[in-house]
């Protein structure tokens, strides 16, 4: 790239399959600040120990197949190239990959589920480094349901790569559900054909360190892409969501909400949520949300929307973002009518992620995430 | 016969800096089953804020006084407790509450007023007829709560609660503001269907125009934050005629 093709977005600068064109991450690049490094257990900076598991178990209908490859395997990275330090260090670092594939013109006749379960044993001290690949292909016209559910106790990176063919329609869904003391750090990205809709929602409930990275790209007009978010936040956790979506062609849709809840001391929740809509994507229609319910003092939220645009042409573009305390006024309404403290509390908490939970399609895991919440909630009102 | 009993109740809001300011300043008032009380009195003078410390919101201090429902103490118990209790607040400005839908909020405080979840198909035929006798549109059992409805709705909504709640004691606060008059009247009606049983209602408002259409046994009128005078509906038409002006004055010299 010559001087003069310098990029004209500052939100997506570099992206490369070698580690070593990323310098090691100190704490004070933007993209980092918020992170804390010192708890990455050194995928990072290339000091992480080798040998960790993370097995994956796939369970698809039988017109999705569902393969492991190789390293060499042709179809991986092709529709994604890693955009920071850990993303290259997971992409150069896996063994075997996961590809699922689903074939032009099928509709998928049950969700295919990929339960990834960190294998480290908690006693041993800090699990080891692990590394992941998953690349799920729907063919033009193809439509199907994804689950990725994600267990157990691992230091684990990995990049997930989603390319969505012309027409084709894909939902995934993406539970972090880690055990307390696991680090996760993954990039999912989208890649979007023309009139291709793919609809994303991650749950983010267990783990130290979590931090997602989705992202998505249009390679043809009339793409359309809906990333919804829940989390929940307990005391020490730190849950980081980072956002990109680059409208590079005209006439494509993205719509952005994620909302989470946190109580307890040294919660953190981070939400990063970057749009670039380029000079050529004309007819764009984007909007992102954020929103964060703090249920007691001692947590932290950074809160980030940033929205470049670099053409007069659009059709709407957005953002907001509010965190904020349960509010007495709520409480004071529902307690009003009979209702106790903690009943009232539970009934704000699940009406502010509910709306979004609602929004997941596969009822197994709706309730899945329905009951989490209230085993979160279990956990506040115990104390 | 239930009966609310408020006993020279002294009612602060405030700490900051400035600190706490005296809102009520010695309040008695008696209201029985089947009685109907209308609280009338100018702006400031402290009417809603002998609604919200009858309801036990937290931002109103009792600094004296009692207040108490059958001999038992409410100032005692929690804001929940209250309600359990028979005590029921009609806010005069309902607080929004995203993804608590109407059906789900109204059947959890039926369960907790009455101690027993009702079964859900008699609560439904219940929760319609209640939305028909106020023309509430049934759509809005399934719509969060008083999320986008506007002030008349809203209203009719206190007044649904309150028809389901069948509390010992209702204090309705400003029920009647921002009301056009088809509202009023359907807003009145409700009021009435209750007011004639075993409930006593304590109606706070400003306007005389709700007493058209809802009768009250006795009238008092606030000013500077306590009773001024009392009597019964006669005093209605009075203030209707001549204002607050002379009750103004009245509370000022307290």
Not at chain 2, 179 to 186: E, G, M, Q, R, T
Not at chain 2, 228 to 248: I, M, T
């Amino acid at each position: 790239m010559g001087l003069e093709q310098k990029p004209l977005s500052t939100l997506h600068e570099k992206a490369s399959y070698e580690v070593g064109d990323f310098d090691v991450p100190t704490g004070r690049e933007e993209e980092w600040r918020f992170t804390p490094l010192r708890r990455l257990r050194g995928l990072h900076n290339g000091t992480a120990e080798d040998g960790g598991k993370v097995l994956v178990e796939a369970e698809a209908p039988p017109e999705v197949t569902v393969e492991t490859v190789g390293r060499d395997d042709a179809r991986l990275g092709r529709s994604y190239v890693p955009a920071d330090r850990v993303s290259a260090q997971a992409w150069n670092s896996f063994t075997h990959a996961t590809v699922v594939t689903v074939p032009k013109e099928t509709a998928a006749s049950a969700p295919t589920v990929l339960r990834l379960r960190g294998d480290s044993a908690e006693l041993a001290g800090p699990p080891a480094a692990a590394y992941g690949h998953t690349t799920v292909v729907l063919e033009p016209f193809a439509e199907a349901t994804v689950v990725l559910t994600h267990h157990g106790s691992a230091t684990y990176a990995d990049n997930v790569e989603f390319v969505v063919g012309d027409g084709a329609r894909l939902s995934v869904i993406s539970l972090q559900d880690w055990a307390d003391g696991a680090v996760h750090v993954s990039h999912q990205h989208a890649r979007l054909g023309r009139d291709a809709r793919f609809v994303s929602h991650n749950i983010s409930l267990g783990g130290d360190v979590v931090r997602i990275s989705p992202s998505v790209s249009y390679d043809g007009p009339g793409g359309d892409a809906e990333l919804y978010g829940v989390y929940f936040v307990d005391g020490g956790q730190h849950m980081e969501h980072r956002l990109l979506v680059d409208h590079t062609v005209p006439h494509c849709r993205s719509r952005v909400d994620y909302r989470g809840a946190l109580q307890d001391q040294d919660a953190h929740a981070v939400w990063i949520g970057d749009v670039i809509i380029r000079a050529e994507a004309e007819g764009t229609d984007t909007y992102e949300l954020n929103r964060n319910l703090v249920l007691t003092d001692g947590t932290r939220v950074d809160s980030v929307p940033n929205l470049e645009i670099l053409t007069g042409e659009v059709a709407g573009a957005g953002h907001a973002s509010a965190s904020g305390r349960l509010d007495d006024e709520h409480l004071f309404y529902l307690r009003a009518r009979g209702i106790t403290f903690d009943a009232a509390r539970r009934m704000v908490v699940r009406g502010f992620l509910g709306q979004l939970i609602e929004r997941i399609e596969v009822a197994e895991v709706r309730e899945k995430v329905h009951d989490a919440i209230e085993a979160e909630l279990d956990r506040g009102a115990a104390k | 016969m239930a009966t609310l009993e408020i006993r020279d109740l002294h009612v602060s809001v405030g700490d900051g800096s400035d600190g706490a300011k005296e809102i009520l300043r010695g309040v008695d008032l008696t209201v029985k089953a089947g009685e109907t009380h209308a609280i009338m009195g100018p702006n400031g003078s402290g009417k809603s804020t002998l609604a919200y410390a009858v309801a036990g919101h937290p931002k109103y201090e009792v600094t004296s006084g009692a207040v108490t429902l059958d001999g038992e103490d409410v100032l005692a118990m929690s804001v929940d407790e209250r309600a359990r209790a028979g005590l029921f607040l009609a806010m005069q400005y309902p607080v929004e509450v995203p993804g608590v839908s109407v059906s789900n909020f109204l059947r959890s405080a039926v369960t907790a007023v009455r101690g027993e979840a009702p079964k859900l198909r008699d609560f439904s035929k219940e929760m319609k007829k209640a939305m028909d006798d106020l023309s509430i549109d049934p759509a809005f059992a399934q719509r969060s709560l008083n999320e986008g409805f506007s002030g008349g709705e809203k209203k009719r909504h206190e007044i649904l609660q309150l028809e389901m709640l069948k509390p010992k004691v209702a204090v309705l606060d400003e029920t009647d503001s921002g009301l056009d008059v088809d509202a009023l009247k359907v807003v009145s009606e409700g009021v009435n269907r209750f007011a004639g049983g075993d409930t006593g209602v304590l109606l706070i408002t400003h306007y005389t125009r709700i007493l058209r259409y809802v009768k009250p046994d006795f009238v008092h009128v606030f000013s500077g934050g306590r009773v001024v005078a009392e009597g019964g509906p006669e005093l209605a038409d009075e203030l209707e005629n001549e204002g607050y002006e002379k009750y103004a004055k009245a509370g000022a010299s307290a």
